[in-house]
């Protein structure tokens, strides 16, 4: 393996159509000694600077736009030096938390991040929320699918700039295609794999 996968876990709140829910969210840290990439970057500066160690920052990726995945991220990215990556089908999301900001770049289906000798692979999967992106790893055999893909099942899709069917179709045709084996790393709670949500999502009408 020529990278190491980290995980933090911070609290906050999450907040959206005039509601607000306590919530605790991961922050995956993807490298090497040397350097490493950030995936989410939700309420606690502090936390995620201190688990980057001192190395160099290649980027914060970012899975969606909700405000308790990027609430630390222009903090973490100003102290880090490093860009911030979203997909800009969710800017309406990152404005509602940043309306006089972009971020840095956009990212698209298929953008690969190379760190540590690895390579992470953009996968667009719209449902949760219009932008909502996987980075797949695919040497380690792993993937971090945000509020996309969960232990049990799909991502919300109660509020606004979701939509139930488009989340299927995105876990049915980008993430049950990849390998049985593929450990599913999430935005909340724990892991599973892409075997157990083949099952799961087997018993999800269409």
Known sequence: MSVTIENLVTSGTFSLDGGTWDVD?????????EECVIIDSPHDAAAIISGVRGRKVL?????????????????????????????LEDQILWEQVYPDATPDADIADGDEFRV???????????????????????????VFTGDTLFNGGPGATGRSYSDYPTILTSIRERLLTLPAETVVRTGHGDNTTIAAERETLAKVSQ
Do not use: K, M, Y
Request: glycine content about 12%; hydrophobic content about 40%; some cysteine.
């Open 25 to 33: 969210n991961n922050v995956w840290i993807v490298g090497n000694d």
């Open 59 to 87: 980027a914060i990726l970012l899975t969606h736009a909700h405000n308790d995945h990027i609430g630390a991220a222009r903090e973490v990215a100003h102290a880090v030096g490093a860009p911030i990556h979203l997909n």
């Open 116 to 142: 540590g000798g690895a390579t992470l692979r953009a996968i667009h999967t719209p449902g949760h929320s219009p932008g909502s992106t996987c980075f797949h790893l695919e040497q380690e055999g792993t």
